[in-house]
Nanobody, 116 residues
Framework: QVQLVESGGGLVQPGGSLRVSCTASGITFSTYHMRWYRQAPGKEREWVASITPTGAASNYAASVKGRFTISRDNAKNTAYLHMNNLKAEDTAVYVC?????????WGRGTQVTVSS
């Protein structure tokens, strides 16, 4: 069956960096757009970043542009979100999504907490 598993979350100080990963199985990973979303307590889920199947193009929410970088390694069936200059307001559960015109698959998320 299809599985998307996020990893790499944790506690980081403001201004710090972290990389979260999303490893997929059960799909032809290289044919899916990959997206990262996040959801903070008491808030709606927010789209963070997207990358095309080949990795040739990416897009970012205004709140993270210039600080976050999405990437992928199709040989490893893995997408990444590199987060720099983290702020307290980046604290959330980060969830990955594999998207194609036939539908979406979602992971369960990894917690990122930015606090001193």
């Amino acid at each position: 069956q299809v599985q998307l598993v996020e990893s790499g979350g944790g506690l980081v100080q403001p201004g710090g960096s972290l990389r979260v990963s999303c490893t997929a199985s059960g799909i032809t990973f290289s044919t899916y757009h990959m997206r990262w979303y996040r959801q903070a307590p008491g808030k709606e889920r927010e789209w963070v970043a997207s990358i095309t199947p080949t990795g040739a193009a990416s897009n970012y929410a205004a709140s993270v542009k210039g600080r976050f970088t999405i990437s992928r390694d199709n040989a490893k069936n893995t997408a990444y979100l590199h987060m720099n200059n983290l702020k307290a307001e980046d604290t959330a559960v980060y969830v990955c999504c594999a998207n194609r015109n036939t539908g979406d698959y979602w992971g369960r998320g990894t917690q990122v907490t930015v606090s001193s």
